[in-house]
C-alpha cells in the first residue's frame, strides 16, 4: 500500500540550478560576445506529448502545455541585484477510452461517475536577492508561490509556497560551481531539494550547465552545449519533471512523474531574439492521486518550441 501524499518529505539530492514543468524553463547559449544589457525577458513556450497509455491498460493520456512567463534583473550596486518573474500555464490533458472498472483501471484518478478533468490552470510568480561578496563568491535567495488547479477544483484551496537559497564559486576562469537548497511547501505535501549547481565553459565551443530552473516542476537537470557560431548551437540534456496540482476542494491532488531527455537545437535569430526547438522521450512516468498507489505512466516521445524576446 503507498504512503498517502501529504504524509510523505521528498530528499532528492538531484541536480538543480538557481531559481524558479515540464520541458522549458529558459534557453542555454554558451560563449555569447557580450551584449548590451536588456533587464527584461519574456518567453512562449509549447509543449506537446505523444499518446500513452496508463496503468497499463487502455486509458490513454496525450498532453499539451502552453507555457507564458516574463522576468526582470535589476542591478542596485555592484553587489546587489534583484530579480522578479511571473508566469502563467495552461496543461491541457487529453484522457481517451477511460477505464473505471476491472484489471488496470485508473478509477483513482476520477469521480464515481467517471468525469473526467482535461484542464489545468498554474500561476507562478517568484522574487529573488542576488549578493556579490566578492569576485568569488555570490549569494541567492528566492522566495516563490504558486497557484496549480483543475477545472474541478478552485485556486483558493491550490496555493504552494517556497524558498530556494543558494552560495556559488566563481573559478579564475569564470566556471562556477554551486551548492543550496531549495525548501518547496506544495499542495498537501513538503518537498526538500538540495542542489548543486554548475555553469561550466569545457572549451570555446563545449559547456556544460543547468537548462532549467529550480522550483515546483522539480530539479534542473544537466545539459552538454555545443555552439557552432555565435547564432547556432546544439544541447543533449536530461531532467526529472514534476507536476502537480489539486484536482477536487477535498484536498485531492494529482502528481506527475516522469524524466525527460532531449535533443535541442538553439537560433539566436537577433541579439533581443531567441528560438529554441526541442526533441524529447519522457520515461519512467507515474501518476500519484492522493491516498492511493502510484499509476504507471508509458513512456512517449514529445516535440517543444521556445521562443524568447530580451529588451
Known sequence: MAKPLHSRVNIN???VCIGLMPLLSYSVFAAEPRQEYKPFKVSVSQISTQSA???NGETELQRDSLLLNAGVTMPLSKQWSVGMRLGYDRLDY???NIRLTGANNTAALFSDA???WENIDRYRASVSVNYR???HWSFMFSPQIQYAYADTASASNAQSYGVVASAMYAFESGNMLGVGVAYLNDIDEVRTLPYLAVSWQINDRWRLANPFQAG???PAGLELS???NPAWNVGLGNSRRTERFLIADDETVVETNEWVSYLRAGWRVTPAIALNLYAGYYFNGEL?????????LDNQGAAALDLEFRF
Open 13 to 15: 539530492p538531484s541536480i
Open 53 to 55: 497509455n496508463v496503468a
Open 94 to 96: 487529453d484522457w481517451r
Open 114 to 116: 467517471g468525469a473526467s
Open 133 to 135: 561578496m566578492d569576485k
Open 216 to 218: 515546483f516542476s522539480g
Open 226 to 228: 555545443y555552439q557552432f
Open 288 to 296: 500519484e492521486v492522493t491516498d492511493e498507489a502510484a499509476l504507471d
